[in-house]
T-cell receptor, first 113, second 112 residues
Framework: DVKVTQSSRYLVKRTGEKVFLECVQDMDHENMFWYRQDPGLGLRLIYFSYDVKMKEKGDIPEGYSVSREKKERFSLILESASTNQTSMYLC????????????FGPGTRLTVT | AQSVTQPDIHITVSEGASLELRCNYSYGATPYLFWYVQSPGQGLQLLLK??????LVQGIKGFEAEFKRSQSSFNLRKPSVHWSDAAEYFC??????????FGAGTILRVKS
């Protein structure tokens, strides 16, 4: 089974802090994605990556950056957390072939106070 | 741009009753369509997918969905709902470059 793990299930940070959310997948997938999930808005794509050291902006990249130094790991960085970044963050991965099927981690619920 | 509409934010059904969750998409070509389920506190799990061929697709947990091109719809159905089906359901469409566009989700509540 594909396993996507996220470093924390719950995280509480203060406004202005730098926040790192880590995602690791164990299926040698080339593609990795970060979404945020908000009630009534579904999932919105923040950033994605097709390969190591590659990154592409999604629909809502403002206030976020990413890092992919190893194939299995994709990190989401909030340079200076703000209260409007309080949300559920979901990581996903998928293989190279274009079939769109993504495998999701359990999510990190981030609260910024 | 691709988009997905799930018209129902909440749906309540009685245990044992049938279920249909609606999904409409906007996409120019033949779409890749998905239904995911998210149980409370969990990530998303793939229920089923449509790429081509038979327009009625079977998924896990007794779910099925029917692709209707003329209506731009991909509705999810289950003949008899179980209490464990209470969750949030997301419809998604492939948006190029392995990206997915998700609907806003439908929260299913099951009455005993």
């Amino acid at each position: 089974d594909v396993k996507v793990t996220q470093s924390s299930r719950y995280l509480v940070k203060r406004t202005g802090e730098k926040v790192f959310l880590e995602c690791v997948q164990d299926m040698d997938h080339e593609n990795m994605f970060w979404y945020r999930q908000d009630p009534g808005l579904g999932l919105r794509l923040i950033y994605f990556s097709y390969d190591v050291k590659m990154k592409e902006k999604g629909d809502i990249p403002e206030g976020y950056s990413v890092s992919r130094e190893k194939k299995e790991r994709f990190s989401l960085i909030l340079e200076s957390a703000s209260t409007n970044q309080t949300s559920m963050y979901l990581c996903a991965s998928s293989p190279q072939r274009v079939n769109y099927e993504q495998y999701f981690g359990p999510g990190t619920r981030l609260t910024v106070t | 741009a691709q988009s997905v509409t799930q018209p129902d934010i909440h749906i309540t059904v009685s245990e044992g009753a049938s279920l249909e969750l609606r999904c409409n998409y906007s996409y120019g070509a033949t779409p890749y369509l998905f239904w995911y389920v998210q149980s409370p506190g969990q990530g998303l799990q793939l229920l089923l997918k449509y790429f081509s061929g038979d327009t009625l697709v079977q998924g896990i947990k007794g779910f099925e969905a029917e692709f209707k091109r003329s209506q731009s719809s991909f509705n999810l159905r289950k003949p008899s709902v179980h209490w464990s089906d209470a969750a949030e359901y997301f419809c998604a469409v492939g948006a190029g470059g392995n990206k997915l566009v998700f609907g806003a989700g439908t929260i299913l509540r099951v009455k005993s």
